[in-house]
């Protein structure tokens, strides 16, 4: 996918709380048909090679959404933004819902079939896995804790993330 102008990207993990990217605007806005899940192996950022920690992806969710911010972002921010989420993640076009209406989007989402993928497990043994893992970009914890963090502030709830975030701090 060749992007030539200025390019909206939906961040529902760490772009919502972590921005090491220049960008024109921001907004918090909405995707729809999908759902935030810590089911993505992290062995680049938040784990290692014989240690992932856990990360979030999209699973397709008929009827449920996700809150995130969008960032509005030039073409060339994309180089950045691929080498960033390049364990798994491709882009996806996606529809953004802002208040003030719709716009057409990327989204980086890491499918069932990349190496990478974990899948689902219960809260407790993902709070144990994010609190052992640690990598590159600092520890598994501190993601899962800003990301809750960064969707409060927002005023947003995803019981997912909220529900991990109490495993890891009973722990
Ligand atoms: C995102 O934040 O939108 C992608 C997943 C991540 O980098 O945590």
Redesign the pocket.
């Known amino acids: 996918m060749t992007i030539t102008q200025p390019t909206w990207?939906?961040?529902?993990?760490?772009?919502?709380w972590k921005q090491d990217f220049p960008y024109l605007e921001s907004r918090p806005g909405r995707i729809t048909g999908w759902a935030r899940r810590f089911w993505?192996g992290s062995h680049d950022?938040r784990g290692q090679d014989h240690d992932p920690g856990r990360?979030?992806?999209l699973v397709a969710a008929p009827g449920e959404h996700c809150d995130?911010r969008a960032f509005l972002v030039e073409p060339e921010v994309f180089e950045h933004l691929d080498h960033?989420?390049k364990n798994g993640?491709e882009r996806i076009a996606v529809e953004i819902t802002f208040e003030s209406g719709g716009v057409t989007g990327i989204?980086?989402?890491?499918c069932e079939n990349n190496v990478a993928f974990l899948g689902p497990a219960p809260p407790v043994e993902m709070a144990a896995q994010i609190n052992r893992c640690a990598g590159p970009s600092g520890s598994n914890r501190e993601?899962v804790l800003e990301?809750a963090r960064a969707l409060r502030s927002m005023g947003y709830s995803d019981h997912h993330v909220f529900e991990v975030e109490s495993w890891v701090l009973a722990r």
């Open positions: 990207v939906f961040g529902y993990g760490s772009l919502i993505q950022h990360v979030v992806t995130g960033r989420e993640y989204v980086y989402r890491a993601y990301l």
